[in-house]
């Protein structure tokens, strides 16, 4: 019963403390490793955060906020399935890939690129 307690109270305390600091917690991301697949896949339309694609739509936190891409989530399900000019990379890259990338975009973000 105490273990269970414990599991429990340690669910909400994450949960409050990633509410209060979304971006925080990267449990498992690797930054360098999604810097690599950045740099690979995604600098070429993405160079500095920006987007020669659609300009208005940049990998900048106003942007990311604005078009509610601001999530881990978010940016994973645009990597994965792509969306109107952006491809899909499902299949092109792993799972652990996809989540590094996201954590890697969300941290430029917040640095300002």
């Not at 600091?21 to 690599?36: E, R, V, W, Y």
Request: hydrophobic share 45%.
């Amino acid at each position: 019963m105490k273990k269970l307690l414990l599991a429990i109270g340690l669910a909400i305390a994450l949960t409050l403390f990633s509410s209060v600091f979304p971006h925080s917690i990267t449990l498992a991301a690797d930054l360098a490793n999604g810097a690599k697949v950045f740099s690979a896949n995604c600098a070429a339309c993405h160079a500095g955060g920006g987007n020669v694609v659609n300009r208005a739509k940049t990998l900048k936190q106003e942007a990311l906020e604005q078009y509610e891409m601001a999530s881990l989530e978010a940016i994973q399900q645009q990597v994965t399935n792509g969306k109107n000019a952006m491809p899909a990379f499902k299949g092109r890259l792993t799972d652990p890939q996809i989540e590094d990338v996201a954590a890697y975009v969300l941290d430029q973000a917040e640095k300002g690129w």
